[in-house]
């Protein structure tokens, strides 16, 4: 958001406006209007009332003006000044290009002096549409990443945690962890908030299948032991914390097994509704690109994201910023309690989680309002596929700070938050599709030869 205010000035033959603009989208002005526009609306506002109101012994409507005046002065100051200020706030945003965000973001017109021979001044304030900058596609550096193939080591991999899926597990007893054991164990966050990360999850005991410090820790183990170590938090992913820190956390071995794993072969391929090793092969090479190109898309749009935030900022609405933060702070109130395990951290929590939902809340808004000319141009379609697929992983989000919706939202409002963040992610596609077209390189023509 902005942090100072700017000043204008605009003015027309009877019209003068000085604007402050400022941070949160708020919006002062203050009206000068001019003798010949006061005494215009006084006329108007007379022949009003003259065409409303009936006068014994006159028509209606056809009174004379002094004898209107002398009986309903009331109500003709009244005419004037709504008249005032009804043609005041429609000029002065034609003049200025002003856009109130809402029908209701008018919340003061105030006439603060009105005569015929001095003219009229007036205060407005409301909250605006923001100023959207222009977004310049080419000055842009975030590229759409490539994605990989998937390789033999990739299929096999996946085939490897199917048979483990399937396999035949014995108990071992009587020895510690060794290498190529199956393994279950527990994990468990002892920092504040402390939790529970995971319970009897099974490991194939090796370098290549388990994160270097997991792997390290289980080795010589032995069964119903713990062992304290410190954690990288990010090596699980975000199972454990996303910040990039250690954490003390604690291991705890519930079972060492020995694995009798089906054998690769045609056989076990039908299990999966295919004829053929080499057909399930195929199917899972398809599976895993998808999913390849899911994250490469996904990774590539968070950074194009990341670099418009940070190279076009935009002043978003105030009264829209604290909907968004609170409702996001809404949704986190189960995990703030879960978090908050003593009285000392509550504040803590409360203040990380308040600065988490106020920069989810602007950078969603910053870039649905970065991304709104680009989406009304191409009118991104929306599949009902599509729509039910965010839906669902909006909704099974683990950090309800990110969620787009919340358990209270009617339908229609759920709705159109999903249908908004999805046409926010196609301009982001779409602008990633351009820098993808504008860096291929251009086949040359071939160039005729002289027989032709």
């Known amino acids: 958001m902005t942090e100072s205010s700017i000043k204008e000035s605009f003015s027309n033959d009877h019209l003068s406006i000085q604007v402050e603009r400022k941070p949160g989208c708020q919006v002062s002005m203050s009206a000068k209007v001019s003798k010949e526009g006061t005494d215009a609306a006084f006329k108007k ?8 109101v009936s006068i014994p012994g006159f028509r209606k409507g056809k009174a004379p003006e002094d ?3 002398k009986n309903f002065a009331t109500a003709i100051d009244d005419e004037w000044k709504r008249l005032i200020k009804q043609t005041t706030i429609h000029e002065a945003l034609e003049l ?3 856009e109130p965000l809402s029908n209701s973001s008018v919340y003061k017109l105030q006439i603060t002096s009105l005569s015929k021979e001095e003219g009229a001044e007036l205060v407005i304030e409301l909250e605006s549409y ?7 596609i080419d000055a842009l550096e975030t590229e759409p990443a490539q994605v990989e193939p998937v390789t033999d080591e990739d299929i096999m991999t996946e085939l490897n945690k199917q048979q483990l899926n399937r396999a035949t597990y014995s108990d071992i007893e009587g020895r510690p962890v060794q290498e190529n054991d199956y393994i279950h164990i527990d994990l468990d966050v002892l920092d504040m908030p402390a939790r529970n990360v995971f319970k009897d999850r099974l490991f194939h005991v090796t370098k290549e299948e388990m994160p270097e410090w997991a792997y390290d820790a289980v080795l010589g183990m032995n069964v119903d032991e713990v062992n304290d170590i410190q954690v990288t938090s990010n090596l699980f992913g975000e ?16 079972a060492i097994k020995s694995a009798e794993l089906p054998e690769l072969n045609d056989t076990f391929a039908q299990e999966f509704k295919v004829d053929t090793l080499d057909e399930l092969k195929e199917r899972i090479r398809n599976f895993l690109q998808h999913q390849n190109e899911l994250y490469v898309n996904e990774e590539s749009r968070a950074l194009l994201a990341k670099e418009l935030l940070q190279k076009y900022i935009v002043d978003v609405p105030q009264s829209l910023l604290n909907y ?8 986190a109130e189960e995990l703030t309690k879960k978090e908050a395990a003593i009285p000392e951290e509550d504040g803590k929590i409360k203040k990380e989680h308040e600065e988490e939902a106020f ?3 602007f950078s969603f808004l910053s870039l649905l309002y970065l991304m709104t000319p680009i989406v009304e141009k191409e009118n991104f379609p929306i599949l009902q596929d599509e729509f039910l697929q965010e839906l669902i992983a909006d909704s099974s989000c683990p950090n309800p700070l990110e969620r787009t919706i919340g358990k209270d939202m009617t339908p229609e409002v759920a709705h159109h938050r999903i249908f908004v963040k999805l046409r926010t992610e196609k301009a982001l596609d779409f602008i990633l599709e351009q820098k993808k077209k504008k860096s291929e390189p251009v086949l040359a023509e071939k160039a005729p030869s002289h027989e032709e």
């Not at 923001?130 to 310049?136: A, E, H």
């Open 45 to 52: 506002a007379l022949k009003n009332v003259k065409k409303e």
């Open 67 to 69: 004898v209107v005046r």
């Open 96 to 98: 200025t290009k002003i």
């Open 130 to 136: 923001p100023q959207i900058p222009t977004v310049d």
């Open 239 to 254: 199972e454990v914390s996303d910040k990039e820190e250690e954490m003390s956390c604690r291991i705890t071995l519930t």
């Open 324 to 331: 968004e933060k609170n409702l996001r702070l809404k949704q």
């Open 359 to 361: 920069f989810r809340a």
